[in-house]
Every structure is written in C-alpha cells, then in structure tokens.
C-alpha cells in the first residue's frame, strides 16, 4: 500500500526545503494536504513529483515547489481574504485556505471548478468560495482582497486585480511572454505600489478580457 504520507514528507524535504524554502507554515501544510486526490484518476502515483501535471482542458495542476513559493509569498498569517485567480484542481487552494482565513477561488473552466468543488468538500475545507467566471476582472462583490494570487501567466497584471487588492496588501501573479514569466510580487502599502520579480516560471496561459486572447476554435 503507498504510504502518501511518506511521500509528502519526501516532497517537502527534497524539493522544497532543499531549494531553500524554510516557511514552517507552508511546509506542514504541504506535509499535509493530500495532492494524490488532486490529480486525475491513474495519475496518483505521480502526484508527489517535481513537476506540474496535466488535469484536462489543457491545465496544469502547478509543481509543488511552485505552489510552495507562490503560497510563501504571499506571508499569510491565517487572518487573511485571499483571492485566487485559477483554482485549477483545487490543490492550492486547498494549501491557502489552510493558512488564511477565507479563499475566493475563480476558474474560467467549468470542469474543472466543478472538480475541485468537489475534492475541495471531500476534505472538508469550508472557506472556500469558488465562482465559474474570468478571474482578470477579479471577483468585486467580495473585495478588497489581502492577498491575491493568480496562478496563470500573464502578459501584464490585470488592473482589476490592483483595484481590488487592500491597502495594505500583496499580490502574486506571473507576468511576461505566453511560454515563460517572472514571478512578480506587488505590494501595496499607503497608497503606493512596489513590485519586485522573484525568478522566473512558466504556466499555462491567463486567457481573458484583460490578459490573453480566448483561443478559437
Ligand atoms: N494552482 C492550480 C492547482 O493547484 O491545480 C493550478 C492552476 S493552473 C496552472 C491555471 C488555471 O488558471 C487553469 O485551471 C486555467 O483554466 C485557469 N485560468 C486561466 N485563465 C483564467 C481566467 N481568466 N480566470 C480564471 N481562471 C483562469
């Protein structure tokens, strides 16, 4: 029988850890949340490797270190409302509801949210809201955000989600060409923006009204 457990402790020292990562809250999060029932049916078995995999639509669920930064950058403390563009499988969303205080998830795909709806309820996890829409123009009934995290590339951040983030507050978001971005962090204090990029990453493309074209056909 696989033991998940050992496998997430694996993931978390070997990838995560490893590379320099050393938030204690994220970390135990991550030994915690089941990724296998995240991922598709047969795929299970991968699920605690060191890279992204496929979840339908052409989607990506993102590469555990890959979640780990974005989840640490965003320095919840557990009191947060976070906003999160792409919920994807679930799985990250799943990691911040555990660290903040109430998760607005939106996904442009409604399998997928349907999906994630579900595993997300498995678990149990109750302050997950998740809205089938285009998250660029943000989720407005229930901002401000704290944070926000967008895990889909971007050719620029989305001005809805700059309006919507408190003040202050920080938001997560890959920025730059459709194949590879830079992990860009603003943060808004004062009235006064600051960003800085973190390296670089490639996800799959942000399509909407203020990012990139919905493909045709
Ligand atoms: N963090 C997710 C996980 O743990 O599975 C992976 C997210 S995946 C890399 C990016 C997601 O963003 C995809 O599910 C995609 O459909 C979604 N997406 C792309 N453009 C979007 C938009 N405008 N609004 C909402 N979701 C969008």
């Known amino acids: 029988m696989t033991d998940w457990e050992d496998l997430r402790r694996d993931m ?10 050393s938030d204690s809250r994220v970390l135990a ?42 989840t640490a950058a965003l320095r919840l403390t557990g009191q947060e409302k976070v906003l999160e563009i792409g919920t994807g499988s679930g799985y990250q969303t799943a990691v911040i509801s555990k ?30 809201s998740i809205l089938v829409g285009d998250g660029t ?11 926000i995290l967008v895990t889909a590339g971007s050719p620029a951040v989305p001005i809805s989600l700059i309006e919507q983030l408190a003040d202050p507050g920080i938001l997560v978001i890959p920025v730059g060409p459709r194949k590879m971005q830079q992990l860009r962090i603003v943060e808004k204090r004062d009235g006064i923006i600051e960003k800085h990029d973190e390296g670089g990453c490639a ?15």
């Open 137 to 147: 123009i943000g989720w407005k009934e229930f901002a401000p955000y704290d944070r």
């Open 203 to 217: 996800f799959v493309p942000l399509v909407g009204k203020d990012a990139w074209e919905v493909p045709t056909g």
């Open 99 to 128: 660290l903040a205080d109430r998760v607005f998830s939106v996904e442009r795909i409604e399998t997928l949210a349907t999906r994630a709806r579900e595993t997300l309820d498995t678990l149990g996890l109750t302050n997950i």
């Open 12 to 21: 978390v020292e070997f990838q995560i850890a490893a590379r320099g990562l």
């Open 29 to 70: 999060t991550m030994r915690e949340v089941p990724r296998h029932l995240f991922v598709g049916r047969g795929m299970e078995a991968s699920a605690y490797g060191d890279h992204a995999l496929p979840i339908g639509e052409e989607q990506t669920i993102s590469q555990p270190y890959m979640v780990a930064l974005m």
